[in-house]
């Protein structure tokens, strides 16, 4: 006759009594020590054995199932959530043992670890957090959990990658670098588990091992974050996977191999699957999970991103980066690319006048239709950012090419805007004149957007129809065109503010760019280091100005904000004032005011005086000291 026995683990027999024993079912239930049970071995195939302890003792009862053949139940102790998670045990111990009573039993596999059982997972070098959470799950404490998983954001940084070996089943060899390897065989819900949760089954003879070999620290971060929030159903890159039966694992310089938690061996070390090794009895839940799992006899090797050739391994074996490294195809391709546009060809100076051209009557039409199709005609933003890349690495060539380049460029557009502007006979500030006539830190933050999209765009040829948007954004042709115009009327002012702008444009785009083609691995950051400085001065000096423009724009959306927020009482009216239009002249230093006043009949002199003289109180905290020049146009609302 079968007999059902509850054995528990040291330390746990007022849990077991008072959780189980007092409500257990009327069946034949026999609860003794795990020490005693072990010892005594009284266990046939026919019975079965509810184990509730500690992991290092459930397995210790699961190596004896494996060679006397009994039926295993587990129950999970409150601080053993990995545990109830896994296994699909409930959480009320009522449920639970009726569970491990009366549910289905089938076989799965169990996983060694040289003569070590791999219950949940076992790491191979370091893969933080993992490690650290499995010790963490034995004992499920949540406070606990997230100071580990936080403490181990400092271990990323002192990642290093070693040589592994690996040897499949199927004598599949494998030679890469990583920092680690996680070695899954009954987890699911650990943050590697999530990334291959396709090839996870508790009885199809396979272990999965996940090889972690980030390009640093920043990829490895982005590996984490994809994997505990579930972002990808595809493996990040530099992330491999190799199911099999059996994996041999040699490591330069040795590893440490950590099993569910505990350190237990160094490499070399051989993880080997015993099909089917024991029966398991579960809840519904558990195995409705495993049916929808996908059972793959074959071998799986996918490692194509992970390093392979002898000069990729060396670099890879160094202190893992803060920033990726760029591959040598990728580099290659992108300097060509890069080359190629940094010189004065025909086909430059062609697209220049043209775009210029448009931009130029485009302003003077105050058609925006108009100057979009000369942003996007223009071709000044592929030598500047071939010149950001050739300030970032210093390459002398590059840098020079791209100016002279940008140089010659700004020229035909400032002399066929001039000539344009000098032939027509007339000077009219069009809206789309005035506009490009007061460059702001709004402007700077526009440039720079525009220079990382565009650097990025570049690194990514699925992505480079962007750059036409980006064209569009930051508007290189139109600012210099308008202070072609400038220079046209022999008006400085126009162009000084306008070809400020294109200096906004262009420092920000140098330093963005300079600062994205470095984060995405092509130039280390003590190479960088210098053109990232000179860029970033630029950019500081530029900012000065601009600055005080800002400032200046504060001030006059402060003096609207007034002036229209309520009305104005005089002696006989109520006056609104709207359509408020400020300007500001440098000589004589002026501010000039237009605005509509909105009244419902006629103003007699002495209400505009004392109209003005409430505006001009009401706004004084945001004159300087510029002269108010007051344009006001009457008008009445009936």
Known sequence: MATNYLVYGEGCEEEVHQTF????????????PLRKFLKEKRAT???????????????????VSFIFGFTVALLARPTQGGLRDTFEIPKNPAKALRVALEGESRPIDLLYCQDEIVLSSALVGEAPPHGMLATARQEDAVTNRIWLLLKSVTRIFRLKKSLIRLKTFKE???????????????????????????YLSA?????????????????????????????????????????TQRLQLEAEPPLEVLVDGSRCHTTPVTFDVHKKAFRLCASDAFWKKESQRRS???????????????EEMAYARQHIPFLPHADTAKYQELFTSLREEARTTTTFVVLIILSTLLATVGLFLNS????????????????????????????????????RTVIIGVGLVLLASFLIAWILPFQTMTPEIAGRLHPTLLDLIVAIVSGIAAAYAKNNPKIIGSLAGVSIAVALVPPVATAGIGLGWHNMSVFQSAFLLFLTNFAGIIFAGA??????????????????????????????????????????????????????????????IENIYITHTAAPQQMVLRCDVVTDSPLERSERKALKKEMMQEIAPYVGKEQVVLEALERYRY
């Open 172 to 198: 599949q060899q494998i030679e890469t670098t990583a920092s680690g390897i996680v070695i899954l065989s009954h987890d699911d819900h650990s943050c590697a588990a999530s990334l291959v949760k396709s």
């Open 296 to 310: 793959d006899e074959k071998e799986v090797i996918k490692v194509a991103s992970l390093p392979s050739g002898e």
């Open 21 to 32: 024993l007092q409500n257990a079912p009327d069946t034949q239930l026999v609860s003794l």
């Open 368 to 403: 925006a239709s108009v100057v979009i199709g000369a942003m996007l005609l223009a071709p000044l933003m592929q030598p500047i950012v071939s010149t950001s890349m050739g300030l970032l690495r210093f390459d002398m060539d590059l840098l020079l090419h791209g100016l």
């Open 515 to 576: 600062l994205t083609f470095m984060i995405l691995g092509f130039s280390a950051i003590k190479r960088a280091t210098r053109g990232l400085l000179i860029s970033l001065a630029t950019l500081v000096a530029i900012s000065v100005p601009l600055y005080l423009s800002f400032s200046l724009m504060i001030k006059d959306a402060k003096i609207k904000e007034i002036l229209q927020a309520a009305p104005i009482h005089t002696r006989d009216h109520e006056v609104t």
């Open 45 to 63: 195939e026919e019975d079965k054995v509810i184990v509730y302890g500690a992991y290092d003792e459930i397995k210790e009862v699961l190596e």
């Open 203 to 243: 009885s199809n003879g396979k272990l999965t091992a996940l090889i972690i070999s980030p390009s640093s620290v920043v990829a490895y971060i982005g590996y984490l974050f994809k994997a505990i929030f579930r972002f990808t159903e595809t493996l990040p890159k530099a992330v491999g996977v190799v199911l």
